[in-house]
């Protein structure tokens, strides 16, 4: 079973540019999620998806911050325009809608950003 | 909100056990989980364990959950150099906690040295 896809790996910016990261989900995982891990700190949940509804959005910075799944599979995360504490890893995981609780999160090798 | 603690840093020698703790905030947690991170990947589930719950063995991995002081801990036996890596403490937050939500700890850099 192939797993979680992302891309790019590696992003360098320039602050107040844009930026966009793709993400493809374990084949028939209906739950989709983005993540932002600074540098030290643990993942912190961005944006979940179910299909292609927002289930919880309520930490990403809607300002500069949107993410898009418009066919209930693969998934954009973009920020516009960038700022310097943006810099961080960006994790794409995905879950089996009504999985058992081991079957939790399955992550992607994420997306690591930096803004200059 | 939510809030979950790890110490930061974890030296062991190979062939010992390690013990690395976390405590959360959450009263109402229903799952605790821990993950392994390694240099430039994501992360990996490495054991979860059920709120109601004390311990959980999985091979060379023990979970030790005190739920009255919130309480988690993860002992690997027999640490090996492949064992070297960020360890991810994370809760799954009982209907007032956010429901199907995650909160991770800071995370534990574990360096086995041998």
């Known amino acids: 079973e192939a797993g979680v896809a992302q891309s790019p790996r590696y992003k360098i910016i320039e602050k107040r540019q844009s930026v966009a990261f793709w993400c493809n989900p374990i084949?028939?995982?209906?739950?989709l999620y983005w993540y932002q891990q600074i540098l030290g700190q643990g993942p912190k949940l961005l944006i979940q998806?179910?299909?292609?509804?927002?289930?919880?959005d309520s930490q990403l910075p809607k300002d500069r911050f949107s993410a898009e799944r418009l066919k209930g599979v693969d998934s954009t995360l973009k920020i516009q325009p960038a700022k310097l504490e943006d810099s961080a890893v960006y994790l794409c995981?995905?879950?089996?809608?009504?999985?058992?609780?081991?079957?939790?999160?399955?992550f992607g090798p994420g997306t690591r950003l930096l803004v200059l | 909100g939510e809030d979950v603690e790890q110490s930061l840093f974890l030296s062991v020698r190979e062939g010992d056990s390690s013990v690395i703790n976390c405590t959360y905030t959450?009263?109402?947690?229903?799952?605790l989980y821990w993950y392994k991170q390694e240099p430039g990947a994501g992360l990996q589930l490495l054991t979860y364990?059920?709120?109601?719950?004390d311990m959980k063995q999985d091979q060379r991995l023990t979970v030790l959950l005190n739920k009255k002081d919130k309480h988690l801990s993860l002992r690997i036996a027999d640490t090996q150099t492949g064992d070297s890596a960020i360890y991810f403490c994370?809760?799954?937050?009982?209907?007032?906690?956010?429901?199907?939500?995650?909160?991770f700890g800071t995370g534990t850099q574990q360096k086995v040295e041998l």
């Open positions: 995981a995905s879950r089996k809608l009504a999985g058992a609780p081991g079957e939790t999160q399955y």
């Open positions: 084949s028939g995982h209906a739950t």
């Open positions: 998806f179910q299909n292609n509804g927002v289930v919880d």
């Open positions: 959450d009263s109402s947690s229903t799952y």
């Open positions: 364990i059920f709120s109601n719950m």
């Open positions: 994370a809760e799954k937050g009982g209907l007032t906690g956010g429901g199907n939500k995650l909160t």
